[in-house]
């Protein structure tokens, strides 16, 4: 069925909202896009004269395009070379969604997007519908079919879930910035030292390559591992210059509201780092690399104000 004007235009105005959750299920700005794409073509093909509430309709035919993309996710990536990270977004990216509140703001930040990977598909789903859209019980139970009843427990269960992978507290965003800097001096200053004393005892590190890009398969464990590696990863050195293709820059920069290394060359991002930083020390760090998830962080970098590198590496 053919839709007017004001009805493409009604879609319109709701797929930046339709997107932002579909990111926050998914962990992936592309597969977001693809899924609000398919709900466009499911209300192309409605009657849509009839829909008394298009957001809420909109909403339920979105959530469950996520559900199902979910489903076969989970096998993909049981074949997936290396560790799954999700795709990193820049400050400014409309897909990042309300960021009003602060259970708004901790729902689309790296660490909380990749403990979503532990939850349920439903469990994943409540989450996102009442932590970063603030829907109500009723109106999450009618999305998914289920009692209103089921709702809550299942939103009880993925908050649990949530909280135990965040076993510290996080610091405030200006304090988290410093610590950034100083991460990046003591990286680049050639000791491992340093780097050893702003790191929790039990810190990880993980990284994204997809295969295209070389990244440890499993994770790197303990401060003084860790260290190493990271000091290893700073080291300057023609193969890595020829790997990248030019000289990088280093910048300090808000990703998924959070302040992250971004590494560009010839104003292409070909890294983003997060720290995930408490009042311990950093505890994580979460490294993208794979170029299939930095097209659209690309995109937004050439049409940003970044400001000079912190340091020019390799």
């Not at 996710?73 to 990042?96: K, S």
């Not at 439903?122 to 089921?150: G, K, M, Q, S, W």
Request: glycine letters at 6%; a negative charge; hydrophobic letters at 45%.
């Amino acid at each position: 069925m053919a839709l007017n004007m004001v009805d493409v235009e009604r879609f319109e105005a709701f797929r930046p909202r339709l997107e932002a959750i579909a990111y926050r299920l998914l962990g992936s700005a592309s597969e977001a896009e693809d899924a609000a794409q398919e709900t466009f073509l499911r209300w192309q093909a409605a009657d849509v004269q009839h829909i008394e509430v298009p957001e809420a309709w909109l909403t339920k035919v979105v959530t469950n395009v996520c559900l199902n993309q979910l489903t076969s996710a989970r096998a993909r990536r049981e074949t997936y070379v290396g560790q799954w990270l999700p795709e990193p977004l820049l400050a400014g990216d409309p897909m990042l969604g309300p960021t009003d509140t602060v259970e708004q703001r901790e729902s689309v930040s790296y660490a909380v997007l990749t403990l979503m990977e532990r939850l349920s598909p439903n469990e994943r789903a409540v989450y996102v519908l009442r932590e970063a859209f603030d829907y109500p019980h009723r109106e999450i139970a009618e999305i998914l079919d289920i009692t209103e009843a089921a709702s809550q427990q299942l939103f009880h269960r993925a908050k649990k879930h949530v909280a135990d992978g965040k076993v510290r507290t996080e610091i405030d965003t200006a304090a988290a910035r410093r610590v950034v800097e100083e991460f990046l001096a003591a990286a680049t200053s050639g000791r491992t030292e340093p780097l050893v004393r702003l790191l929790t005892a039990d810190v990880v590190a993980i990284g994204d390559g997809g295969g295209k890009i070389p990244a440890r398969a499993k994770a790197v464990e303990g401060a003084l591992a860790v260290a190493k590696f990271m000091r290893g990863l700073f080291t300057p050195g023609p193969a890595k210059a020829a790997m990248l293709g030019g000289s990088v820059e280093v910048h300090v920069t808000a990703v998924n509201r959070e302040p992250v290394v971004v590494a560009v060359v010839e104003g292409r991002v070909v890294g983003v780092m997060f720290l995930e930083i408490t009042a311990e020390g950093i505890a994580a760090f979460r490294n993208q690399v794979n170029p299939d998830k930095l097209h659209r962080a690309t995109q937004q970098w050439a049409a940003s104000d970044h400001g000079e590198p912190l340091l020019i590496a390799f």
